[in-house]
Structures are given as structure tokens and as C-alpha cells.
């Protein structure tokens, strides 16, 4: 049987049939569903895949930290032991084994991360040329083992015991005693040269009355015989003698000729001839006449001249004289208005030591024996000065005005250069007392301060001659390559030390700033009782540096290393796992940390130099505790400081020799109640508290741990950062999953059928 649909009735059975109808529901809510679970599963498998990719880069760098380097370990300190190939290397390899696809290779895996090829990355970030870097890790290895509760103790017992308070007041003592000292000198420099100025202006005053008293007198008599006349009038009234005479004596010589011829003629002339004679008698008696006058007139004019003379030279002088003693006086105007000036500043300064006057040690007593003048004493001497000036000048007036000297003129002459002459004696009288005594004084302070100089020179110089320290073991040239490979030549090749300077960023100067000069005795002293107020400070040093400073002491070597003893007189054992005693430098190094220069006597002697300069202002306190009195009342604070300076000089030595060879020596007896003894080492801590210089001291550091390691500290790093490629296949529909890696939710990039991932991780020591 067959049966036959028309193509109208089919559809048209087709258009009203409900057959079907769920079947077409739950195609058009499985398939979103379907496309739902498949994406969230892909999903859920990226993140698991991140995670264990950025679990997998956390072990890579961890595992390339481990490789630490284990020379430097040593020293505590960490850095990367591997180049760069087998850091690479191991983080790669490491990376890869810790992703799922490396466990059961060829087996099913839900999450199948695989690393990219040539897409691992590690980078180094900071290394241990940084000194916040190296800071931080000498921080982390002292905190556990460094002894700075012993630094703190000695800080601690020193503040308590009271000894503190002494060493600032022996710091200050010797600052006011220098600062008055220079003052004292420079006020009786200016009183000296002061005072040799009124010598000369005195000496000058007596020469010159002395001279103008006898030329005075000398005018005075010529003046009495000359009379009114004037040298033009008696020269005129000379020549008519002259005229006159010639005439007469012509007359008496015609005469005479009259006389021979009258002669000839016989008896009959005897008359004329006896005329001619009694008339050659009257013109004789007339020539006779006027040649004493010319006599006399020619006398008048020598007498003349001579007054001319006398008066010429005497306004020449009086005005060359007076320009002197006005000099004289200008010049001591100043000096005195100088040493006026440091008085006042005396004064002042005592002034103020009066108001902060408490307990202080005995020796304060010297500063109330100081001579302090009075007003009136400058006050007197200028004006005795400026008197004298002005009464010479006075006399010049006179002397300069007067032409002829007559009766009253030279009294009054003389009377004015009486009164010049007069006041000078009267002030020399007076002030020299005063001055020979203020000499003989300050001349007696002079001597005394010089011997106790002399004193401490001699110290000083056995100072220089026990400095030695430096091992006999290197030969010069062994050390000259070691400290050029850690300063350089100076001739433009730098060292390590320059190197990790510029490294931070910092100028690469040489050496330091710590000095101590012992060829002047009175700078040495001074110079080591500010170390006094220095120490007394160091109680405020950060914690941190403190640990710095330790590692510095345990690390590295020092002048007495190995010659130190416990209790119980046995070598001190130092529990550090590099073996500091073995070091290239040998016995020197820390010394080098602290002063930075390029040659073991170098540095050798400045640490000593140091040392006994705190050790000689600790003695010198302790002697300024109880000064002689007669020291105490001779007005120079600064004698009494020297002189304690001198006693403890010596005293400084002995604990020098007792420290160098390792011993301890008690930091002072007289000025504490409770016992502090403290080794060579114990002051190298003390001058790293007081000479702070971190940055300095940590690129001497790292030049001598590169020295002795053959370590480039800018070749092993502290911070590495590494960053990885992996990737995972997606199941599902990943053209779904990249229309999600545009909108940036998937977290890893769609490339085909794998959805890749970056992971990074950074790792420091």
C-alpha cells in the first residue's frame, strides 16, 4: 500500500505540528551552557597555571640566591656566587622542572604548563658595592653577635661614674685657657711695643732738650753781643772803613813820598818836612782806628753768620723733630687701643667664667689671678703721650716764630722746652715702674711656659720614635702594591677604594681629616683635650653605627690583634669564621678604616698619635685636678695648663708602651670611682665612635674585602629579579578565550591554541 503527500499538505502539516519543540529548547540553552563550563574551565586551568608558574619563578630565584658566594660568607656577608650563563642556566632549568609538564612527561595533565624557549629572564639589581646595601647587611650579621652592649657599657660607666663631667670641664679649661692665653699674649705684645715706643719717644725728648738748651743759649749770647745790627747794615758800614782806610793809608803813603822829596831840598824843607810828619801821625792814629773797626765789623758779621746758622738749623730740626715725636705718639695711640682692646676682651671673658662659675676642678682658681687693667691706666698713657706730643709742638711754634732771640724770647724758649721736657720724666718716672714689673712678669710666664714646652717636646719626640706597628713580614714592595691596588698610584689609576666611592656617588678623596701634629707641643696638648669633649659626646652615636663599627673590629685586623689576653692570661680566641689574622695587610687594617691613608706607617702613626694624645689629655686633667698654688696665682691659666701637659706627657707614654703590647690600662684613676680598663682595641672603637664617617669607612671596607677576596663586590649581586614565559593549551574554543584576553581578564596572552603567561619574582639576601 502506498500513500502519496502533496508538498502543500506537508508543510502545511509541518507549520501546525508541536512535535519537537523541547528538543529545540534545550539546543538553545545547552549550547551557552556548554560554552559557559567550557571557558570557566579554561579559565580555572589558567589560574592554577599562573600560580604555579609564579611558584615555579619564586624557586628559579631563590634557587640562583642559594649559589651564594662563599668567600664572602665568610666575611658574613652575602652575594650571588654565579656568572651570568650559569645563573641563567640554573634559573631556567630550575623554572622548567617546577612547571607540571616536566613531572610524567607523555601523560595526562590536567594543567600541561610548559616554559617558552628563550623567554626566561634574570636580572640582577643591587649589589654589594651599594652601601645601603652593605649596611643593611652588616646590620643583619652584627645584630645577632656584635658586642656593642660592651661599647655601650663603657659609655654608660664613664657617664656614671662621673668622669664625664671632669673630662668637659678639662676640655673647656684648656679652651679658655688658650683662648685668654692668646689673649694675655697678644695684650702684652701691644703694652711691649707700646712701651717701646714711650722708650724712644723718652730718650728722643731728653736728646732734644739737651740740644735745643744749648742752641738756645748759644743765640741768646751771640744775640747779646750783636745787638740791633744786621748783617746788610754792618757790611755796608764795613766797606766805608774799607774805603775809608784805603784813603787814609793812600794819604799816609803820599806822604811819605812828600818826605823824600822835601829831603833833597835841604835845611829850608826841615819845617814842611815836620808838618808832613805830625800829619802822617794824625792819618797812622786814623788807620789804626778804623782797622779796629773793621775788625770789629768783620767780627760782628762771623758773629752774624754764625746766628744765621744756628738759627737755620735749629728750625730745620725742631721740624724733623717734631714730626718724630708726633710719630712716636701715633704710633702708640693704636698699640694701646689694641692692647685696650684685648683687656676688654679679658675681662669679658673672665666675666662670663665668674657667672658660669660652679664646681669646677681646682685649676678654675688661675683665672681669678689674672691682671685685669684699669681704664685709667690706658687712659693715663695715651694722654701722658699725646701730652708730650703736644707741648714739643708747642716749643716748635716758639722756636719756628722766633728770629731774634732776645732776653725774653729765650726764656720763653726755654721755658716751653722745659715743659716737654718736664712731662716726659714725669711719665717715664711712673710708667716704668709699672712696666718693668708687668715685663718681669709677663717675662717670667714667657720662661716657665717655654720649659714646660721644652718638656713636652721631649715627650713628643720619644712619641715619634716609639710609633713603629708596621709587620716586618711584607716587604716594601709587596705593601706598596697592596695599598695601590686599594687607593691607587696618584698618578690618575684608581683603586677599590675610589672605585666603590663613585660607585655611591661620592668624591674619592684620600686619606682623612683626622690629624694630630706632634712637632708644637702647645697645639699636641690643646688639640688632644678637645678629644675629651669629643668622647664625652659619643653617647649620642645611632645604634647603627655602633654595629658598623663591630663589624669593622671582628672583620678585620688591628695593631695588638693576637697579642690581647683574657682573665685568665690566655690568648683571646676571636669566634669569626675568616681568619682575620691571615689578611694580606697584616695588623693594620683597621687602623686603615679609620684614617684612610695609603702606606702602613701612615695610618699606623696616626692612630698612635691619637691614642696618646687621648691619653695625654686624660693625664693632663688628672694633674689640672690638683696644680701647684704658687702655679695658681701667677695669672696664666695656660702655665697651669702646660705644666699639667709636661706631667702628663710622660704618664701618656708609659700607657702608650703598656698598650701596644696588648694590655689594658685603666682610662683614669682620679677622675671616676669605678675601675674602667680599656685595651688598644677598646680606643680603635672609642676614635670609630668619635670619627663617624660610615661612608668612608664602608668603601675602606669594601676595598679591603675585595683585596683580600679577590672579590669585585659590583660582580655579586644582593637583589635579583627574574621573569619567565610559560604557556598552557586551552581545551575549549580559544577564539572565545582571546575575545577575553582583548578585554584583559585572562591574564596571559592567547597565541593559537595556547594562552602564554609572564610571571615575575624578585629575591634579595
Keep these: 500500500m502506498s500513500f502519496t503527500i502533496s508538498r502543500g499538505d506537508f508543510l502545511h502539516n509541518f507549520s501546525k505540528s508541536q512535535r519537537g519543540t523541547v528538543s529545540i529548547y534545550l539546543i538553545l540553552i545547552i549550547v551557552p551552557i556548554f560554552f559557559f563550563q567550557a571557558v570557566l574551565i579554561d579559565f580555572a586551568r589558567i589560574k592554577l597555571a599562573e600560580k604555579e608558574s609564579e611558584t615555579a619563578v619564586k624557586t628559579a630565584v631563590r634557587s640562583v640566591m642559594s649559589a651564594y658566594e662563599p668567600d664572602l660568607q665568610a666575611m658574613g656577608l652575602y652575594g650571588l656566587g654565579l656568572n651570568r650563563e650559569e645563573t641563567e642556566s640554573v634559573f631556567s632549568n630550575v623554572f622548567a622542572q617546577n612547571l607540571s609538564s616536566s613531572v610524567s612527561p607523555g601523560s595526562f595533565h590536567y594543567v600541561d604548563n610548559k616554559p617558552l624557549d628563550n623567554a626566561s629572564r634574570i636580572t640582577p639589581v643591587y649589589s654589594l658595592a651599594s652601601h645601603v646595601i652593605f649596611k643593611q647587611q652588616i646590620l643583619e650579621d652584627m645584630k645577632i653577635k656584635a658586642p656593642i652592649e660592651y661599647t655601650l657599657e663603657i659609655l654608660d660607666k664613664f657617664k656614671k661614674s662621673g668622669a664625664s663631667d671632669h673630662f668637659q670641664e678639662g676640655s673647656e679649661f684648656s679652651q679658655h685657657a688658650d683662648e685668654l692665653g692668646r689673649l694675655l699674649e697678644q695684650r702684652e705684645e701691644a703694652l711691649d711695643e707700646a712701651w717701646r715706643y714711650a722708650e724712644e719717644m723718652h730718650a728722643k725728648t731728653l736728646s732734644y732738650h739737651t740740644f735745643y738748651q744749648d742752641r738756645i743759649r748759644q743765640l741768646d749770647g751771640i744775640a747779646s753781643q750783636v745787638g740791633v745790627h744786621t748783617i746788610d747794615g754792618v757790611r755796608s758800614e764795613l766797606n766805608n772803613v774799607k774805603v775809608q782806610l784805603t784813603s787814609v793809608q793812600k794819604s799816609i803813603s803820599d806822604a811819605n813820598m812828600s818826605i823824600v822829596a822835601l829831603s833833597q831840598a835841604g835845611a829850608q824843607a826841615a819845617a814842611s818836612i815836620g808838618a808832613i810828619i805830625q800829619n802822617i801821625r794824625a792819618l797812622e792814629a786814623q788807620a789804626r782806628a778804623l782797622t779796629q773797626k773793621q775788625s770789629d765789623l768783620e767780627r760782628i758779621i762771623n758773629l752774624l753768620l754764625q746766628y744765621a746758622e744756628l738759627i737755620t738749623v735749629i728750625k730745620q730740626e725742631v721740624v724733623a723733630n717734631g714730626a718724630k715725636i708726633s710719630e712716636l705718639q701715633q704710633r702708640i695711640e693704636p698699640v694701646l687701643r689694641k692692647a685696650k682692646q684685648k683687656n676688654d676682651e679679658i675681662r669679658e671673658k673672665l666675666g662670663g667664667l665668674q657667672e658660669e662659675n660652679g664646681n669646677q676642678t681646682k685649676a678654675y682658681e688661675a683665672f ?385 591554541s595556547r594562552c602564554q603567561m609572564t610571571s615575575i619574582a624578585a629575591f634579595a639576601y
Design 368 to 752: 681669678q689671678s689674672i691682671v685685669v687693667y684699669g681704664d685709667d691706666y690706658f687712659y693715663n698713657y695715651q694722654t701722658a703721650a699725646a701730652e708730650i706730643s703736644a707741648l714739643f709742638t708747642a716749643f716748635q711754634q716758639i722756636v719756628e716764630s722766633v728770629y731774634l732771640y732776645t732776653t725774653d724770647n729765650t726764656n720763653k724758649a726755654l721755658t716751653a722746652n722745659d715743659a716737654y721736657n718736664s712731662r716726659s720724666n714725669d711719665f717715664y718716672g711712673k710708667q716704668n715702674a709699672l712696666e718693668q714689673a708687668r715685663m718681669s712678669k709677663s717675662g717670667s710666664i714667657k720662661q716657665r711656659s717655654s720649659e714646660q714646652k721644652n718638656k713636652i717636646q721631649v715627650v713628643l719626640d720619644q712619641v715619634k720614635q716609639s710609633i713603629g706597628g708596621c709587620s716586618m713580614l711584607l716587604g716594601p714592595n709587596s705593601e706598596r702594591d697592596y695599598f695601590q691596588r686599594l687607593q691607587g698610584n696618584g698618578s690618575g689609576n684608581n683603586g677599590y677604594y675610589q672605585k666603590y666611592r663613585e660607585v655611591n656617588a661620592q668624591e674619592s678623596s684620600i686619606g682623612s681629616e683626622i690629624a694630630y701634629d706632634l712637632d708644637k707641643s702647645e697645639t699636641a696638648s690643646l688639640k688632644a683635650m678637645n678629644m675629651l669633649s669629643m668622647f664625652t659626646q659619643a653617647a649620642a652615636t645611632l645604634r647603627d653605627e655602633l654595629y658598623v663599627n663591630e663589624f669593622a673590629l671582628t672583620k678585620f685586623n688591628y695593631r695588638t690583634y693576637g697579642l690581647e689576653q683574657d682573665a685568665s692570661g690566655n690568648p683571646k680566641v676571636a669566634h669569626e669564621i675568616v681568619d682575620v689574622g691571615s689578611h694580606m695587610l697584616t695588623n693594620q687594617e683597621v687602623e686603615y678604616l679609620i684614617y684612610g691613608f695609603s702606606s702602613c706607617a701612615a695610618n699606623m702613626s696616626s692612630a698612635y698619635a691619637e691614642m696618646f694624645s687621648f691619653r695625654l689629655a686624660i693625664r693632663t686633667l688628672e694633674a689640672l685636678m690638683d696644680p701647684e698654688k704658687e702655679l695658681l696665682n701667677i695669672g696664666s691659666p695656660l702655665l697651669v695648663f702646660l705644666t699639667a701637659a709636661a706631667e702628663g706627657a710622660v704618664k701618656a707614654l708609659q700607657d702608650m708602651q703598656k698598650l701596644t703590647k696588648g694590655d689594658a690600662v685603666e682610662l683614669t684613676s682620679k677622675l671616676s670611682v669605678s675601675v674602667l680598663n680599656l685595651t688598644y682595641k677598646d680606643y680603635l672603637r672609642i676614635f670609630l665612635l668619635m670619627h663617624s664617617n660610615n661612608e668612608k669607612l664602608m668603601a675602606r671596607m669594601q676595598a679591603l674585602i675585595e683585596l683580600q677576596t679577590g672579590k669585585n663586590l659590583l660582580e655579586h649581586a644582593t637583589y635579583m629579579q627574574g621573569s619567565a614565559v610559560s604557556s598552557i593549551r586551552l581545551w575549549f574554543i580559544p577564539q572565545l578565550m582571546k575575545i577575553m584576553d582583548n578585554s584583559g581578564l585572562l591574564g596571559c596572552q592567547v597565541v593559537r
